[in-house]
């Protein structure tokens, strides 16, 4: 099904920083975007139920919008066919779907017991293992992969049978261990020499895996990314580099991101103790009941050379982060600067830079976007300017 509606949820900012450009569907959950995972989940469901059913559902679905922090399941999509035509679905005071013209004569229905729903940047991590084993399937339908053939010169631990490769990917010299889950490898995906691989790992297409990687799972990579040092239970969004040495585990990178030359990441504090990390919403840090925490860094943001970031690092998206010693643990949106000097980075220098590096991957930026971002700028500046 490719013609699922979504409606941003109220409070996206628990989500920061990570905004407009993963709303209304484009939220990338394990290896696909939460639209594409709502499709391939609906069209499973449609499958495997009787005509009534499919047709109730069809008909609520096609007439509504979804929560765009909704997981699909097949427990939430039992729950729209019990919907009428019209009729709301609330979990609580968490509007789930709602119709395109309600019926205020049919009274909202409230889920009965436990929902999916994306709460925290950081459970883009820590949920990936369970999400990319529900999307297994899907990750094979929608990304044409086959039983590998592998050459000679790579080095297979575990079961083949748990690795699943586009025709057109490239893998060279390297190990692929699949004891801890499968690994899944795109179109047109590069596997360059030298690199380690352990599974739970997705690797979208276009990616480059520069030579000598070493990457445990469970982590996921976008399209068009270039990946390179040590990398553990990390996801990038898409279209986002780490290109050289340096570790980053326990992160989150947004898209059109770039990280320099032998940066690095704490993902755990000296005294082993919880993670504290901020938190948008309530303008201030709070802990995240996680011990192994490292970055998560929004939309268009850069970091130079050397850059070291503390545990739980949270940048905002249009930052450009340099200078030496550790930076701080919360760099508001648009920052330029590093360590205890900060400016705002300016806005029509933010988008010259935005359209070069969206060309490089044929990409380019829409009015609608630049006035979205406008906004966003606007918005931070009372706090930068």
Not at 184 to 189: A, D, K, L, R, S
Request: glycine content about 10%.
């Amino acid at each position: 099904m490719s013609n699922l509606a979504f409606f941003t949820a109220t409070h996206w900012n628990e989500l920061f920083p990570f905004g407009h450009a993963h709303q209304s569907g484009l939220l990338r959950l394990g290896a696909l975007k939460l639209s594409e995972w709502w499709s391939r989940e609906a069209a499973r469901f449609l499958l495997h139920n009787e005509q009534a059913t499919k047709t109730n559902v069809l008909a609520v679905i096609q007439n509504g919008r979804l929560n765009d922090r909704w997981i699909p399941s097949a427990s939430a999509l039992n729950q729209l066919a019990e919907l009428q035509i019209g009729q709301a679905l609330y979990s609580g005071n968490t509007l789930l779907f709602e119709p395109h013209v309600s019926d205020d004569a049919i009274e909202p229905m409230n889920v009965e017991g436990e929902i999916e729903y994306v709460c925290h940047p950081t459970e883009m991590f820590t949920q990936l293992a369970n999400w990319l084993e529900r999307q297994h399937e899907f990750i094979i339908e929608a990304w044409e992969l086959e039983a590998p053939a592998l050459p000679a010169h790579v080095t297979i631990l575990g079961k083949a049978e748990d690795i699943c490769i586009h025709p057109s990917a490239v893998v060279n010299a390297s190990t692929l261990n699949t004891s801890a889950g499968p690994i899944f490898i795109g179109p047109g995906v590069e596997i360059q020499e030298g690199c380690h691989l352990r599974g739970p790992l997705a690797i979208g297409e276009g990616t480059i895996i520069k030579m000598g990687t070493r990457i445990y799972g469970p982590s996921a990579f976008g399209p068009e990314c270039r990946i390179g040092g040590e990398v553990s239970n990390c996801v990038f969004t898409g279209y986002s580099n780490k290109g050289h040495d340096g570790f980053l585990g326990n992160s989150v990178v947004g898209k059109w991101c770039n990280l320099g030359a032998d940066t690095n990441s704490s993902n755990l504090k000296s005294n082993y103790g919880p993670v504290r990390l901020w938190n948008e919403s309530k303008q201030d840090f709070t802990d995240s009941g996680l011990q192994f925490c490292g970055v998560l860094m929004g939309d268009h943001s850069k970091c130079g050379i050397n850059t070291m970031f503390n545990t739980g690092t949270v940048v905002g998206e249009g930052c450009n982060v340099f200078g030496g010693g550790f930076q701080p643990k919360h760099i508001p949106s648009f920052s330029w600067g590093g360590s205890d000097h900060w400016t705002l980075h300016e806005f029509n220098a933010f988008i010259r830079t935005a359209e070069r590096v969206m060309a490089r991957r044929g990409a380019e930026l829409t009015p609608e976007e630049i006035e979205l971002w406008r906004a966003q700028h606007a918005a931070s500046a009372p706090r930068l300017g």
